[in-house]
């Protein structure tokens, strides 16, 4: 069983900045690719950006630019840092988890999910 708990979410002003952070339980944390999505109400799950135990990344194209993934596999932590930030990008920000290790776009993909958190972004 996996656990995954986010944080860093919150009200921020357009055009700045905010980092979430997602700390994984488990011993093969670093096999895992680890990915961040996020749904805004009336809205689906849509991916954000994912990484791999060897720090490939990949993002989705409207966000290429803005946010970065990162992790740190010694601290079972994946970050995301949201720079520039827009109304458009408020939304719950869930992490998760693919333990079969597959750099994947779509939720179904992955196994395991946190809670998720809120960020708000106001214009």
């Known amino acids: 069983q996996v656990q995954l708990v986010e944080s860093g979410g919150g009200l921020v002003q357009a055009g700045g900045s905010l980092r979430l952070s997602c700390a994984a339980s488990g011993r093969t944390f670093s096999t895992y690719v680890m990915g961040w999505f996020r749904q805004a109400p009336g809205k689906e799950r849509e991916f954000v950006s994912a990484?791999?135990?060897?720090?490939?990344?990949y993002y989705a194209d409207s966000l290429k630019g803005r946010f970065t993934i990162s992790r740190d596999n010694a601290k079972n932590t994946v970050y995301l840092q949201m720079n520039s930030l827009k109304p458009e990008d408020t939304a719950v920000y869930y992490c998760?988890?693919?333990?079969?290790?597959?750099?994947?776009?779509?939720?179904?993909?992955?196994?395991?999910w946190g809670q998720g958190t809120q960020v708000t972004v106001s214009s």
């Open positions: 990484i791999s135990w060897a720090s490939i990344t």
């Open positions: 998760a988890a693919n333990v079969a290790g597959r750099l994947r776009d779509r939720p179904v993909e992955y196994d395991y």
